[in-house]
Nanobody, 124 residues
Framework: QVQLVESGGGLVQAGGSLRLSCTASGRTFSGYAMGWFRQAPGKEREFVASINWPGWLTTYADSVKGRFTISRDNAKNTVFLQMNSLKPEDTALYYC?????????????????WGQGTQVTVSS
């Protein structure tokens, strides 16, 4: 079992930046791909970014490409999402997820473990 805890969310003005963190505990972090997803009120959960193990392959949603960067510190069992040039449409609850099969997929159903989420609110 892997427990995931997100942090770093908050309220920021449009154009600002936030850095989300997701720390894993329980089983080893080793071998797991990690992903970030988000869900805005009244909308479905959507893919944001993912990274493979050990971290040289990444993929991004078109809506965040060039603004967000996913990375991981395997020694600290932590994955990060650096979010720059934030827009009001980035407002959502952000979740991290872990995939024990290392697929770094865009599909939520391929992830085995999920955190509780951290709220990001971008004001205009």
């Amino acid at each position: 079992q892997v427990q995931l805890v997100e942090s770093g969310g908050g309220l920021v003005q449009a154009g600002g930046s936030l850095r989300l963190s997701c720390t894993a505990s329980g089983r080893t972090f080793s071998g797991y791909a990690m992903g970030w997803f988000r869900q805005a009120p009244g909308k479905e959960r959507e893919f944001v970014a993912s990274i493979n193990w050990p971290g040289w392959l990444t993929t991004y949603a078109d809506s965040v490409k060039g603004r967000f960067t996913i990375s991981r510190d395997n020694a600290k069992n932590t994955v990060f999402l650096q979010m720059n040039s934030l827009k009001p449409e980035d407002t959502a609850l952000y979740y991290c997820a872990a995939d024990r099969n290392n697929r770094y997929s865009r599909q939520a159903f391929e992830y085995n473990y999920w955190g509780q989420g951290t709220q990001v609110t971008v004001s205009s």
